[in-house]
Nanobody, 121 residues
């Protein structure tokens, strides 16, 4: 089994910064694309940013230039540096990863439990 554990969320004032981490553990042979999603109350879960194993990145327009996604393949860990946070960025942030448990098992999608980010005005 694979576990994804997020950390780094919290309460910050508008204009502040937070750094989220997502660590994969368990039966991890290889990780393909990883991503950060968020869900605010009453809204659907949306993609914030994604990163391939080769470090090709993709960002939602609303966070481009303020958020930076990165990963450390040796540590099976992904990060999201969030700068100049705004109250509208308040949400539960989830990490997702495509994981292969063995060399021939194929990719399966996994989700973390989420971490709350609250930005006060």
């Amino acid at each position: 089994q694979v576990q994804l554990v997020e950390s780094g969320g919290g309460l910050v004032q508008a204009g502040g910064s937070l750094r989220l981490s997502c660590a994969a553990s368990g039966s991890v042979f290889s990780i393909n694309t990883m991503g950060w999603y968020r869900q605010a109350p009453g809204n659907q879960r949306e993609l914030v940013a994604s990163i391939t194993r080769g470090a090709r990145t993709n960002y939602a327009d609303s966070v481009s230039g303020r958020f930076t996604i990165s990963r450390d393949n040796a540590k099976n860990t992904m990060y999201l540096q969030m700068n100049n946070l705004k109250p509208r960025n308040t949400a539960v942030y989830y990490c997702s990863a495509q994981v292969a448990a063995t060399w021939n098992s194929g990719w399966s999608d996994y989700w973390g439990q989420g971490t709350q980010v609250t930005v006060s005005s």
